[in-house]
């Protein structure tokens, strides 16, 4: 099984490089999965209806989020209904949404991590009531964990090591150089990166954040303009074991 993991996609531009790359990739690799992080897809923050059948329409096939999936008011209801979008895992119970997802043979969980982030439910226990709650066991599992912290990622990627086919880190929108396969046949990498403006400070507009930075007023970013880059993990997975066999960073760019 061949899956796509395309890194935090960033407004207009990400969703505009989505649309330009994704169908020749689906080709070119012959893509069985496509999964995106679409919290910030709307204006730079958070998910709308409209933005999200987007990349449904370019050929996603799943969208997780983060933290900002709250930003735009207008998704909440659709949380609940057949757009196949995630929430983290591991809010508390009753949140509208859901963390978990089958499609198209595989099974994609979204998580969010505690540290530098905010009070959430413990990921790492979080996961494990999830694996115990699946019978039978699907052997294919990806999981979205949306963390700050290289070293969460890191620890819950070791943690996961042969229960999961894959552990992927988005979040920080800084791709990481150290895709891999973990002892047990777990696919890694901390960050996928974004998929949005070169030319910023992780999708903003530069002038705006650096302002942000020496006033410490707080007030809305917009999202950078100019050249697009397009980052992504292309794992692949053996099917009857559920193990990663390969990982692969996939980078392109868009003018």
Known sequence: MLILAIGDVIGKPGRRAVQELLPDLRQQYGLDLVIANAENIAGGLGTTSTTAKELLDAGVDVLTS???????????PYLDG???????LNYPPGVPGKGVIFKNQATVVNLIGRTFMSNFDCPFRAMDKLLAELK???AVIIVDFHAEATSEKVAMGRYLDG??????????????????????GTAYVTDIGMTGPIDSVIGDDTEAVIQRFLT????????????TIFNAVLVRVDESSGKAVGIDRIYREVK
């Open 66 to 76: 983060g933290n900002h999936i709250w930003a735009q008011k207008e998704i909440i």
């Open 82 to 88: 057949e757009l196949p979008i995630l929430r983290p």
């Open 136 to 138: 039978p066991k699907p």
């Open 163 to 184: 229960r999961v086919s894959a552990v992927l880190g988005t979040h920080t929108h800084v791709g990481t150089i150290d895709t891999r396969l973990l002892p047990q």
């Open 216 to 227: 410490i007023i707080p007030h809305r970013l917009s999202v950078g303009k100019g050249e």
